[in-house]
């Protein structure tokens, strides 16, 4: 069965520094990964997403993400963030097409200072 | 807003009460879950339909229980809660039963069982 790991619970990044989120999944063949994004009050909204090719995935909002098999990792980058990119952020795992199961990560908090 | 709208956002209820939960989705989507956001736990799949079927109960409480009448709405009738059952729960559709194009998430119902 897949998993995800997320290992920092809170992360707090000044106003235009960069950011890295780790994530480091668990499953036997080339994952789907995904990250969202919440807000406070609100659903998840998809950030970006791999299934296979390029391993550098930009998404929405100026974050990418790096798929590296040999770590069984997909870490989310930005290289400047905004006040606005406060929120808990989530990195899932799907085996696949015909396997409709996503497996979440804990999530990371991300506070913002100016 | 996301395509996924559901009903109420917020619901407090004693643990005599029923009340159900309403999840809509007009992006044409065929499959549809529910999932269960509790503090400082990864999101937990509950249900998952697919052209109105059934395809996973994952071990839900009979308390529990899901109705989906059409491929764009789902509902979650909820009777004799717990304390426990307080969490956020989340509606969320795909195109199909497939990982292709990820989840679409709505705001989520905010459950305070009493």
């Known amino acids: 069965a897949q998993s995800v790991t997320q290992p920092d619970i809170h992360i707090t990044v000044s106003e235009g520094a960069s950011l890295e989120l780790r994530c480091n999944y668990s499953y036997g063949a080339t994952p789907y990964l995904f990250w969202y994004v919440q807000s406070p009050g609100q659903g998840l909204q998809l950030l970006l997403k791999?299934?296979?090719?390029?391993?550098l995935v930009q998404g929405i909002k100026g974050f990418e993400a790096e798929f590296k098999r040999s770590q069984s990792s997909f870490n989310l980058r930005k290289p400047s963030v905004h006040w606005s990119d406060a929120a808990e952020y989530f990195c899932a795992v799907g085996a696949g097409f015909g396997n409709e199961k996503l497996t979440f990560g804990t999530g990371t908090r991300l506070t913002i200072i100016p | 807003e996301t395509g996924v709208t559901q009903t109420p956002r917020h619901l407090v209820m004693g643990m005599t009460n029923k009340k159900s939960l309403k999840c809509e989705q007009h992006?044409?989507?065929?499959?549809m879950y529910w999932y269960k956001q509790s503090a400082k736990k990864p999101l937990e799949l509950m249900f998952v339909?697919?052209?109105?079927?059934?395809?996973e109960n994952n071990s839900v409480p009979s308390r529990f229980s899901p109705e989906c009448p059409n491929s764009s709405h789902l509902f979650l009738h909820l009777h004799t809660l717990q304390p426990e059952d307080s969490a956020l729960y989340l509606c969320a559709s795909s195109q199909d039963k497939g990982l292709g194009y990820g989840y679409t998430f709505g705001s989520g119902t905010r459950l305070t069982v009493v």
């Open positions: 339909y697919n052209f109105k079927e059934q395809t």
């Open positions: 992006l044409g989507h065929n499959a």
């Open positions: 791999y299934f296979s090719g390029d391993t």
